[in-house]
């Protein structure tokens, strides 16, 4: 999945992810955006 991510990132798609707003989804968030330069999106404490 990441192979592919990163040829869509390459070739000039924008990639944006979403995770839980909890420590394990920040992780995952920080692990994938430095894998494939994807950018947060709606990643915000709501009230």
Do not use: K, N
Request: no cysteine; glycine share 12%.
């Amino acid at each position: 999945m990441v192979v592919l991510l990163r040829q869509l990132a390459a070739g000039g798609a924008v990639l944006a992810q979403h995770a839980d707003f909890d420590v394990a989804g920040l992780g995952i968030s920080s692990w994938i955006t430095g894998w494939t330069g994807s950018l947060p999106w709606q990643m915000e404490v709501r009230r």
